[in-house]
């Protein structure tokens, strides 16, 4: 059981927005460390969406965003299309754990 | 243009010792800031962070798994080794290298992945 949860399963219709929580506690995202956010096609190596909370590397596009607030932290994809659908994965720093952790994963289906 | 690829054994007996190595280019782990960590990913499940080599040849563990990992490098040969002892069926999982470019504080981000490779524990 991961420190950081998210729901196992979201879906939106191809067009529409959808939002992937990350829950964490005062130990990791609410102690202030950053939130890393990662896609994964089926099959393939994670690849990195949305590092320090919510800057996109070179070359994703800018429907993908990220924020934080508190003890959370969220993913939003807006105009889905078809390959969106992947896993994703949040990631942070937990003092408690002296360790970096992910969050479950989130399966996104594109209907 | 970064790569990391990773090599090893596909299949490994329990109690054995697993080698991976970490072959990349387009950096250099000499380089202030860099750093190259394994993650690793058991079929169906999250992916788990394993171990951490810096520029300066400071090395950090998975606090689980600590007595269990060793992280080195060979900046000459742009390489990382991860050895893992004592190696048991719930092991199996994809071993991935990654890059992190930023690798100043704990809140760092894996920004290249290698493609991964499987590794299996049975006997």
């Known amino acids: 059981q991961s420190v950081l949860t998210q729901p196992p399963s979201v879906s939106g219709a191809p067009g529409q927005r959808v939002t992937i929580s990350c829950s964490g506690s005062s130990s990791n995202i609410g102690a202030g460390y950053d939130v890393h956010w990662y896609q994964q096609l089926p099959g393939t190596a994670p690849k990195l969406l949305i590092y320090a909370n919510n800057n996109r590397p070179s070359g994703v596009p800018d429907r993908f965003s990220g924020s934080k607030s508190g003890t959370s932290a969220s993913l939003a994809i807006t105009g889905l299309q078809a390959e969106d659908e992947a896993h994703y994965y949040c990631?942070?720093?937990?003092?408690?754990?002296?360790?970096?952790?992910f969050g479950g994963g989130t399966q996104l289906t594109v209907l | 243009r970064v790569t990391l690829r990773e090599s090893g054994p596909a299949l490994v007996k329990p109690t054995q010792t697993l080698t991976l190595t970490c072959t990349f280019s387009?950096?250099?782990?000499?380089?202030?800031?860099?750093?190259v960590s394994w993650i690793r990913q058991p079929p169906g499940k999250a992916p788990e962070w394993l171990a951490l080599i810096d520029w300066d040849d400071d090395k950090y563990y998975s606090t689980s798994l600590k007595t269990r990992l060793t992280i080195s490098k060979d900046t000459s040969k742009n390489l990382v080794v991860l050895t893992m002892t004592k190696m048991d069926p719930v092991d199996t999982a994809t071993y991935y290298c990654?890059?992190?470019?930023?690798?100043?504080?704990?809140?760092?981000?894996?920004?290249?992945w290698g493609p991964g490779t499987m590794v299996t524990v049975s006997s």
């Open positions: 387009g950096f250099s782990l000499s380089t202030s800031g860099m750093c």
């Open positions: 990654a890059r992190i470019s930023k690798c100043i504080s704990t809140s760092f981000a894996f920004d290249i």
């Open positions: 990631h942070s720093y937990d003092s408690s754990l002296s360790d970096s952790v």
